[in-house]
Every structure is written in structure tokens, then in C-alpha cells.
Nanobody
Framework: QLRLVESGGGSVQAGGSLKLSCAAS??????MGWFRQVPGKEREGVAS???????ESYADSVKGRFTISVDNDRTMNLQMNSLTPEDTGIYYC???????????????????WGNGTLVTISS
């Protein structure tokens, strides 16, 4: 069974940067994506990528600041720059077996999830 493990979370001041990584134990399917969630709010799609076929998608709130990438078919990264307190949350890595997974970045299209890593941005 596919397992996803996130790393790289932490605390930084506004304007700073963080890089998250997600290591997959096997074949990830059509897409990998990053989601984030804060207490009391729904899980939000941040970025998605198709490791084998290309293509990326970003939420409007992170366009121009975040970059999603893959080192190989099993390691995904999220470079986060110009961070703001609104970026605070638990960031989850996910994988999708659905072809139409790239956009919109819909959590319902992702079937395997990591446990999350906490990102805290202070003002």
C-alpha cells in the first residue's frame, strides 16, 4: 500500500521561505498534490503536479510564491517563498489515481494521504 511521508515543516517569520518534501513508497498514480488545513476550515488545495505527464496547478492564493516540483516519480517538493501568516496550517501531501486530478485541486480526487506537517508563519 502506498505511503506518503511529509517533511520540512517548521516556523518562520513572514517573508521567509520553507521547503516541504513528500516521499512516496511506491507508484503514486496520475497526480501528487499539496493541501493545507487550519482548524475550523476546510482542507484547501495548494498545488498539484503530474509526475509522469507534466503539468502543474496552483491555488490563486499561492501563485507566484509557491513552486511544486518532483525530483523523481516518488519525491515531491513544495518551495514556499514570501510566506505570510495566512499560509499557516498543516500541510498534507496526497496522491491521486484519477486522471482528472490536476485542476481544480480537489481533495475528493486524491485517495492517499500523508499525516501532515505543521507550518507556522509569524508576523
Amino acid at each position: 500500500q502506498l505511503r506518503l511521508v511529509e517533511s520540512g515543516g517548521g516556523s518562520v517569520q513572514a517573508g521567509g521561505s520553507l521547503k516541504l518534501s513528500c516521499a512516496a513508497s511506491g507508484y503514486v498514480g496520475y497526480c501528487m498534490g499539496w493541501f493545507r488545513q487550519v482548524p475550523g476550515k476546510e482542507r484547501e488545495g495548494v498545488a498539484s503536479i503530474r509526475p509522469q505527464f507534466g503539468g502543474e496547478s496552483y491555488a490563486d492564493s499561492v501563485k507566484g510564491r509557491f513552486t511544486i516540483s518532483v525530483d523523481n516519480d516518488r519525491t515531491m517538493n513544495l518551495q514556499m517563498n514570501s510566506l505570510t501568516p495566512e499560509d499557516t496550517g498543516i500541510y498534507y501531501c496526497a496522491a491521486s489515481a484519477y486522471i482528472d486530478c490536476l485542476e481544480p485541486i480537489n481533495s475528493g480526487r486524491y485517495n492517499v494521504w500523508g499525516n501532515g506537517t505543521l507550518v507556522t508563519i509569524s508576523s
